[in-house]
């Protein structure tokens, strides 16, 4: 009985600290998407500008102007970067997910038996 309630026990651990990778990978996901979004914003303001209109490229301190075909193939490498580590980030979550979901039943047979022990137990007890 003490070994199941510490098997219980393990497994419950196990299940928090995979919701804590979950959250994790989450937040991850999260802050990649934000990049994503604010990339295709510098993406679209490309395509407002009219020739000849400068860009500048903030270089620590300082303002350095760049070359439009260079600063659209930057955002565009970026943007590729970005959608490939956005299925990266997708497919952590989802391992971590079905290992959720595994643990998860692991716990619910665990307590199964456990219920089923105390139940023949009692009934025993009731026999003598």
């Given amino acids: 009985m003490a070994e199941v309630q510490a098997q219980l026990q393990a497994l419950s651990e196990e299940y928090q600290k995979l919701q804590q990778e979950l ?4 937040d991850a996901r999260q802050k990649i998407e934000a990049q994503r979004q604010e990339n295709l914003g510098v993406q679209k303001e490309f395509e407002r500008l009219k ?3 400068s860009i500048y490229k903030l270089a620590g301190p300082i303002l350095l102007k760049q070359d ?3 600063a659209e193939s930057t955002v565009k490498g970026r943007l590729e970067f970005i959608g490939k580590e956005l299925e990266r980030s997708e497919g952590q979550i989802k391992e971590i997910q079905d290992k959720l979901e595994k643990k998860k039943s692991e716990i619910i ?4 038996g456990l219920q089923a022990s105390a139940g023949a ?3 025993a007890a009731v026999k003598a």
């Fill in 51 to 53: 020739d000849g209109e």
């Fill in 109 to 112: 047979q665990v307590q199964a």
């Fill in 68 to 70: 439009k075909v260079e």
């Fill in 121 to 123: 137990q009692g009934k």
């Fill in 23 to 26: 959250q994790t990978a989450v």
